[in-house]
């Protein structure tokens, strides 16, 4: 009965220290990292990032550090322009990449990452004759009319491949107003990393003091491959836009996407935006993917060639940039951006990673950096030295103290 006792207050006692006191994470030394989960299923260590110069493309004229093999940089009449792998965020090459230059409709990638999300596609809208005020003269439009009802998809399509100002209109009201969205641009740009941009006017139509860089247009156009609606629309080359109880066809002014106008079409191109201005000249953010390569590239005012230059001269710097992949020192590096989580199953970022480049070149997971720092155990639940052996020492001392309780009331017990 003594026996059954002990080993009861025993057992409780060990119970009680264990229910108590946490359980060590791990009886390894806490000096080693704990495995990412990218490590533990095989995938390669990133190779250590090189250094990588940020001051230079501060400096005026073409920047690139070719390696002995590299093509040379193609002759191009853009007054700035950039050239950058989507994935790792590494500019290839770049001319006056921080030049403040007015973007024209460019500047309606940076309205899609502030508006996109903030609706979804199948959501209805009847326009109201307010919405459709301020339009400046000489705007590209869609054909956006008060008293239709749109779904924000189309109105999308409408900005994407029209480049149409009365939807941008539209979709701002719907935004909380033209001043509201304005200044949501511009916190926008700052938190990717883009300095230069100054918004004034969201749909990229003329206005003093609005400029921006083919560095910040690069930006954009990388975190748009991350967003899955915006990836869909850039890359839309045909669609039908509603009028009432029918509908007309329209196609995306993006030359390199449709092959219109004489302008051969790029094969693997993503799309993205082109923007007109008597201002501005022609700007252009195009990507393209070949193999496993993804490549983004921004030109701003070609002083030569016409109005298609600047679809040709896109052209060539894709050509050089893929040619030139691998063969060439980064000079710079785009700002790091978080992706967007796809809400609908049915679409999906571009996907961007290179294979075989690990965590540090993969196009970035939702809500991360570009790079994930390994993962740690949280501070309270780190194993600490001693410590984690302590609860098993406390439990054979009560073992212990239990025994020798038994067997001194056995001893007291047996005394006359």
């Known amino acids: ?18 229910f108590v006191l946490p359980v060590p994470a791990a009886a390894a030394s806490p000096a080693a990292p704990v ?47 950039v050239v950058a792998d989507a994935s790792s965020g590494e500019v290839l090459a770049a001319r ?10 460019t500047l309606k990638a940076l309205f899609a990452l502030t508006a996109l999300p903030r609706h979804a596609p199948s959501e209805r809208h009847t326009v109201a004759d307010s919405e459709l005020t301020g339009i400046g003269a000489g705007s590209s439009l869609v054909g956006v009319k008060e008293g239709y009802t749109y779904k924000v998809s189309d109105l999308w399509k409408g900005v994407f491949l029209s480049s149409g100002n009365d939807a941008v209109h539209v979709l701002a009201a719907m935004n909380g107003g033209w001043e509201a969205t304005t200044r949501q641009m511009q916190e926008k740009a700052r938190s990717l990393g883009a300095e230069d ?29 991350q967003d899955p609606d915006f990836a869909r629309y850039c890359s ?14 329209i196609a995306n002014t993006n030359r390199l996407l449709t092959g219109a106008d004489g302008v051969d079409r790029y094969p693997g191109l993503l799309g993205i935006k082109n923007g007109y201005t008597s ?29 298609f230059a600047v679809y040709e001269e896109a052209r060539s710097l894709l050509d ?43 196009a970035p997971r939702p809500g991360a950096e570009t790079a994930a720092a390994p993962a740690r155990l949280p501070r309270e639940a780190e194993p600490s030295g001693p410590s984690a052996g302590l609860p098993l020492a406390l439990v054979g001392s ?19």
């Open 1 to 18: 009965m003594i026996v059954t006792s002990a080993v009861r207050h025993a057992a409780a006692g060990s119970a009680a220290l264990l």
């Open 236 to 249: 839309t080359a045909y669609a039908d836009f509603p009028a009432g109880s029918w509908s007309y066809g």
């Open 96 to 105: 006056n990449a921080h030049r403040k230059l007015p973007p024209a409709s």
């Open 398 to 416: 009560a073992c212990a103290a239990a025994l020798a309780l038994w067997g001194w009331r056995r001893r007291t017990a047996r005394r006359p």
């Open 320 to 362: 050089w940039g893929f040619e030139a992949a691998g063969r060439v020192r980064p000079v710079g590096l785009l700002a790091p951006v978080r992706a967007k989580a796809a809400a609908d199953p049915g679409t999906r970022a571009v996907p961007v990673a290179r294979k075989g480049r690990g965590a540090e070149a993969a």
């Open 279 to 307: 201002n501005a000249g022609n700007t252009l953010i195009s990507a393209a993917r070949r193999g496993d390569r993804t490549l983004v590239v921004s030109v701003m005012n070609p002083q030569e060639g016409g109005g």
């Open 197 to 225: 941009t100054h918004v004034v006017s969201p749909d990229g139509y003329d206005a003093p003091g609005q400029v921006s860089s083919a560095y910040d247009l690069a930006v954009f156009g990388r975190a748009g491959l």
């Open 35 to 81: 495995p990412s989960v990218a490590s533990s299923v095989g995938e390669p260590t990133p190779p250590a990032r090189q250094y990588v110069d940020r001051a230079r493309l501060d400096r005026r004229g073409t920047q690139v550090q070719r390696l002995p093999g590299a093509p040379s940089v193609p002759s191009v009449s853009a007054l700035s322009w």
